[in-house]
C-alpha cells in the first residue's frame, strides 16, 4: 500500500488552509474533486499524481500532489509539495473603472483647491 495523508492534513501542510477545521469546511462544502471524483470527505486518502480541483477565492484551482509533507512548515517548503496546473490569472496593472472622484477639469462643482484659487483671483481686483 502506497503512502496517503488525510486530505484536510494535507491541504493544512500545503497552506491552502489556515486550520485543518478550515481545510474539513472547504471539503465539507461538496465542491471538491480527486482525480474528477466529486468528494465532501475530509478524511479522503491523498496520493501523490492525484489531481485536485477546488475552488479558492475567486479562481478555480487544480493542483497536482507532489509529496505528502510531514509538517505544515514554511511557503517556500509548502510550495514544493504541489504543481500548480492552472495558475490564476496575472492580475493587470491598470484599474478596470475609474476612481469615484475622477471628474473633468471645470465640470461640475469646483473642489476646495479650485473655489481657493477662485476666491484669490476675485481679491486681487
Given at each position: 500500500m502506497?503512502?496517503?495523508?488525510?486530505?484536510?492534513?494535507w491541504l493544512?501542510?500545503?497552506?491552502?488552509?489556515?486550520?485543518?477545521?478550515?481545510?474539513?469546511?472547504?471539503?465539507?462544502e461538496?465542491?471538491?474533486?480527486?482525480n474528477?471524483?466529486?468528494?465532501?470527505?475530509?478524511?479522503h486518502?491523498?496520493?501523490p499524481?492525484?489531481?485536485?480541483?477546488?475552488?479558492?477565492?475567486?479562481?478555480?484551482?487544480?493542483?497536482?500532489?507532489?509529496?505528502?509533507?510531514l509538517?505544515?512548515?514554511?511557503?517556500?517548503?509548502a510550495?514544493?509539495?504541489?504543481?500548480?496546473?492552472?495558475?490564476?490569472?496575472?492580475?493587470?496593472?491598470?484599474?478596470?473603472?475609474?476612481?469615484?472622484?475622477v471628474r473633468?477639469?471645470?465640470?461640475?462643482?469646483?473642489?476646495?483647491?479650485?473655489?481657493?484659487?477662485?476666491?484669490?483671483?476675485?481679491s486681487?481686483?
Amino acid at each position: 500500500m502506497s503512502e496517503t495523508l488525510r486530505l484536510d492534513k494535507w491541504l493544512w501542510h500545503a497552506r491552502f488552509a489556515r486550520t485543518r477545521s478550515l481545510a474539513a469546511k472547504l471539503v465539507a462544502e461538496g465542491r471538491f474533486r480527486i482525480n474528477g471524483n466529486p468528494t465532501e470527505k475530509a478524511h479522503h486518502a491523498v496520493r501523490p499524481g492525484d489531481v485536485l480541483t477546488f475552488p479558492l477565492g475567486p479562481h478555480i484551482r487544480v493542483i497536482k500532489v507532489l509529496a505528502l509533507g510531514l509538517r505544515r512548515g514554511p511557503a517556500p517548503e509548502a510550495r514544493l509539495l504541489y504543481d500548480d496546473l492552472e495558475p490564476p490569472p496575472p492580475k493587470s496593472s491598470e484599474p478596470k473603472e475609474p476612481p469615484v472622484a475622477v471628474r473633468e477639469e471645470g465640470a461640475g462643482r469646483p473642489t476646495k483647491r479650485e473655489r481657493r484659487q477662485t476666491d484669490r483671483l476675485r481679491s486681487d481686483d
